[in-house]
Nanobody, 121 residues
Framework: QVQLVESGGGLVQPGGSLILSCTAS????????MGWYRQYPEKQRELVAT???????NYADSVKGRFTISRDNAKNTMYLQMNSLKPEDTAVYYC???????????????WGQGTRVTVSS
């Protein structure tokens, strides 16, 4: 069983910063790509940023230059540094990871439970 747990969400003023963390735990052999998505009320989940096992990154246009995704493979943890936050960044943020629980298992996609980010004065 693999679990992803996010932390770091909360209320921040426009222009402020937050750091989200996502830690994978359980039976883990390998973690491949990891990513952050966000969801607005009554909207589909949308990509924020992804990071490959190699460290290569990809960002949504709306967050380029403001958000930075990173990972610590030794800790099975991923981060999202969010700067210059805007009210439109208000959403529930979810982390996801492609995990192989054992060497003889296939890869599976896992999701965290989400953490709410509210940008408001």
């Amino acid at each position: 069983q693999v679990q992803l747990v996010e932390s770091g969400g909360g209320l921040v003023q426009p222009g402020g910063s937050l750091i989200l963390s996502c830690t994978a735990s359980g039976t883990i052999f390998n973690i491949n790509a990891m990513g952050w998505y966000r969801q607005y009320p009554e909207k589909q989940r949308e990509l924020v940023a992804t990071i490959a096992a190699s460290g290569s990154t990809n960002y949504a246009d709306s967050v380029k230059g403001r958000f930075t995704i990173s990972r610590d493979n030794a800790k099975n943890t991923m981060y999202l540094q969010m700067n210059s936050l805007k009210p439109e960044d208000t959403a529930v943020y979810y982390c996801t990871a492609k995990v192989r629980p054992r060497s003889d298992y296939a890869w599976y996609d896992y999701w965290g439970q989400g953490t709410r980010v509210t940008v408001s004065s």
